[in-house]
């Protein structure tokens, strides 16, 4: 069974900044994507960057100047750098596994971000 653990949420003033981490109980070799989501309360998970397993690196418009995500496979652990963080970043992060197109993915439990004013 794949776990996959996100850590770093939590409260920050507009500005700031956390670095998210999402750790799997497997290798991050080999997995196709791995993409860290966001949801806002009554609204749809949406993508917020991803990266591949050949190293490339997409973002959403919302995000793109301030996040960045990384991978270190040797600790198979994924992060996301947030900076200048705005109040509209305040979400739940999850972090999702991809193994690409006919196999399942894997999803964390979520982490909080909150950004005050």
């Known amino acids: 069974q794949v776990q996959v653990v996100e850590s770093g949420g939590g409260l920050v003033e507009a500005g700031g900044s956390l670095r998210l981490s999402c750790t799997a109980s497997?290798?991050?070799?080999?997995?196709?994507?791995i993409g860290w989501y966001r949801q806002r309360p009554e609204t749809q998970r949406e993508l917020v960057a991803v990266?591949?397993?050949?190293?490339?690196?997409d973002y959403d418009d919302s995000v793109k100047g301030r996040f960045t995500i990384s991978r270190d496979n040797a600790k198979n652990t994924v992060y996301l750098q947030m900076n200048n963080l705005k109040p509209r970043d305040t979400a739940v992060y999850y972090c999702?596994?991809?193994?690409?197109?006919?196999?399942?993915?894997?999803w964390g439990q979520g982490t909080q971000v909150t950004v005050s004013s």
């Open positions: 990266i591949s397993s050949d190293g490339s690196e």
């Open positions: 497997v290798t991050t070799l080999g997995i196709k994507f």
């Open positions: 999702n596994l991809d193994y690409g197109v006919g196999a399942r993915d894997y």
